[in-house]
């Protein structure tokens, strides 16, 4: 199936903005606007994706819990209890307006396998195909934690490089980005425009941790989450929950809010799934020839220019590609296994063919082609 030709927006809101932050009890204002807002913007020609938090929140209230769960069984109890009830809120104010909504759960594994990548793909576009509206969470009660997210921040700009959105809201407790917590530094400048995120190191902005004790996040995993879904081509901007109705001003041209700019140059679904589904099982260390070549010449990595492989990986496994200083170059799906390249590592093509014992020359020193490859900035 082709993917739905409407603009998607993918819009996340934080346990801060759905819940009262001493008690964790739920801001039923708040939702009952945010659920108009978004079945407003489907009934415009939106495909809409709702990523929400707030599932540990809503179980520790119900279960009268006065601290956040620190264990993960705890917490994966907490959050069987809450998912159920913030589901039938939401479920409750969507069918009062008539808008269809579907329940999402899922954990990084349901990404990394292509197969499960492209399955899940498929499902959402079929759902904003019929005009429902997912509703996405962790499936935080499965999930173990080498394959968790971590923080629905991070699981929103996953979903929107998933489903090719337009653009990824962050809703959160301040109205945008600033050089620091505006809560407690009054002299916090406002950032209205960030056209690389490499610039915020000029403008030393101070990250912060969480904005409440409910929840996960905080301005790092926002500008983690914006690194994420603008090099998957998607547009994102960090503006405040409180006030759903900003989601329509900024789609209609208003300046609220932080925007970053999206990457130019988009990318195909597969790539999107390299850089951001498949989590690499080893690194390969390259020289700065090789280097050069992929930033700048559009080739695929050959044997000659690696210099040490780290991990053990299959044949046809996501690879961290690095400089000879570790810094990161890109990611990629190699075609040898972690044993083959450790034998045929700075080789050219009739030594790789001598050395493994193979009779056709073709493309045996290309470790990584260029179609399985994608580039970090």
């Known amino acids: 199936m082709s993917p739905t030709t409407s603009p998607v927006i993918v819009v996340k809101i ?18 009952a606007t945010l659920v108009e807002e978004l079945s407003q913007l489907q009934s415009l020609g939106y495909g809409v994706v709702l990523v929400s938090s707030g599932a540990v929140g809503v179980g520790c209230a119900r279960l009268g819990l006065t601290d956040r769960p620190r264990s993960i069984a705890l917490k994966q109890a907490v959050a069987a209890v809450g998912q159920g009830r913030l589901m039938r ?40 195909r019929l005009g429902v509206i997912p509703i996405v969470n962790e499936n935080d ?83 983690e989450a914006a690194r994420i879904a603008t090099q998957s081509g998607v547009r994102t901007v960090i503006t405040e929950g409180k006030t759903p109705q900003n989601l329509r001003r900024i789609l209609e041209g208003e300046a609220l809010g932080t925007h970053f700019a999206a990457q130019a140059g988009a990318i195909t679904a597969r790539k999107r799934w390299i850089a951001h589904g498949a989590i690499p099982a080893g690194t390969l260390y390259l020289d700065g020839g090789a280097v050069e070549a992929l930033r700048h ?14 991990g053990e990986f299959q044949r046809q496994e996501g690879v961290l590609l690095c400089d000879g200083e ?52």
């Open 297 to 310: 010449g559009g080739k695929s990595l050959l044997a000659a220019g690696i210099v040490a492989v780290e």
């Open 141 to 223: 009660t499965v999930a173990v934690e080498e394959l968790k997210f971590g923080d629905n921040d991070t699981l929103s700009a996953r979903v929107a490089s998933l489903v090719g959105a337009d653009w990824l809201f962050l809703l959160t407790d301040v109205d945008r980005l600033y050089s620091d917590d505006p809560r407690s530094n009054p002299e916090a400048q406002p950032i209205d425009w960030v056209q690389n995120l490499a610039d915020l190191d000029a403008l030393q902005v101070q990250t912060g941790k969480a904005g409440s004790q409910w929840g996960t996040g905080g301005m790092v995993t926002k500008l």
């Open 89 to 128: 809120i939401y479920d409750d104010f969507f069918t009062s307006i008539n808008q269809p909504i579907a329940q999402v759960l899922l954990t990084r594994g349901d990404l990394m396998q292509r197969s499960r990548y492209v399955n899940a793909y498929q499902t959402f576009q079929e759902l904003l």
């Open 326 to 377: 570790g810094q990161s170059v890109g990611r990629g799906i190699s075609s040898y296994g972690s044993g083959e390249l450790q034998q045929i590592l700075g080789r050219k093509t009739a030594e790789i063919m001598a050395i493994l014992h193979l009779d056709r020359p073709e493309a045996v020193s290309e470790v990584v082609h260029r179609d399985n490859l994608v580039l970090m900035s």
């Open 14 to 31: 934080g346990t801060s903005s759905l819940t009262r932050p001493e008690t964790g009890v739920l801001a039923l204002a708040t939702i």
